[in-house]
């Protein structure tokens, strides 16, 4: 059965700050892997999405890694902001791709003025 | 991408009373999916909502307690049924648009039961 840990479990930071998040996985047959952020109140957003074969992936100030092999992925803020307080999630996605997702233990991120 | 609307966004129930939850997308998708989050807990799939047929439940979760309908491509409902307190959590709907292999979220059901 596929567990997924995401390292810390809540993180507080300086604005600016650059950090970094972890999500491991236990099953490195994945299909893909996606991280998300949850807002209060306002569910989930897409944010990323790493296909088993890909490296990483960047969108913005944000770049996601995959180690499939090692079974780790990060997820990299550049320049954290207050707006990116947020609880952070990755999920993955069995072989054979689509749909069920087993959601990691979530990383809830304070950024500071 | 795919917009979801999910009502009600927060409830209070009774204890032995029952709950059903609507999630409408603003398209047609391929499969919608139903999770709970629980307290301090991350996300965990209840069942896939299958259009026109039975759902199909993950371990630990029954018809009976979570019924599901899913009349078209576009819609589905959760009830949660004869609840309890240890029912009380966070319930999510999402939409897979199989040809982006991307799932979009609802906003969630926050549900407290007494």
């Known amino acids: 059965k596929q567990e997924v840990t995401q390292i810390p479990a809540a993180l507080s930071v300086p604005e600016g700050e650059n950090l970094v998040l972890n999500c491991s996985f236990t099953?490195?047959?994945?299909?893909?892997l996606q991280w998300f952020r949850q807002d209060p109140g306002k569910g989930l957003t897409s944010l990323l999405l790493?296909?088993?074969?890909?490296r990483e992936q960047t969108s913005g100030r944000l770049n996601a890694s995959l180690d499939k092999s090692s079974g780790r992925s990060t997820l990299y803020i550049a320049a954290s902001q207050p707006g990116d307080s947020a609880t952070y999630l990755c999920?993955?996605?069995?072989?054979?791709?689509?749909?069920?997702?087993?959601f990691g233990t979530g990383t809830q991120l304070k950024v500071e003025l | 991408s795919a917009v979801i609307s999910q009502k009600p966004s927060r409830d209070i129930c009774q204890r032995g009373t029952s709950l059903t939850i609507q999630c409408q997308v603003d398209?047609?998708?391929?499969?919608m999916f139903w999770y709970r989050q629980q307290p301090g807990q991350s996300l965990t799939l209840i069942a896939t909502?299958?259009?026109?047929?039975?759902?199909?439940?993950e371990s630990g979760f029954v018809i009976d307690k979570f019924p599901i309908s899913r009349p078209n491509l576009t819609f589905s409902t959760l009830t949660v049924s004869n609840m309890s307190p240890e029912d009380s959590s966070i319930y999510l709907c999402?939409?897979?648009?199989?040809?982006?292999?991307?799932?979009?979220f609802g906003a969630g059901t926050r549900l407290s039961v007494l």
């Open positions: 999402s939409a897979w648009e199989g040809a982006k292999n991307i799932q979009y």
């Open positions: 099953d490195s047959a994945i299909y893909n």
């Open positions: 790493i296909q088993s074969s890909q």
């Open positions: 999920a993955v996605t069995p072989p054979g791709g689509g749909n069920k997702l087993t």
């Open positions: 398209s047609q998708v391929t499969m």
């Open positions: 909502a299958n259009q026109g047929s039975e759902a199909t439940y």
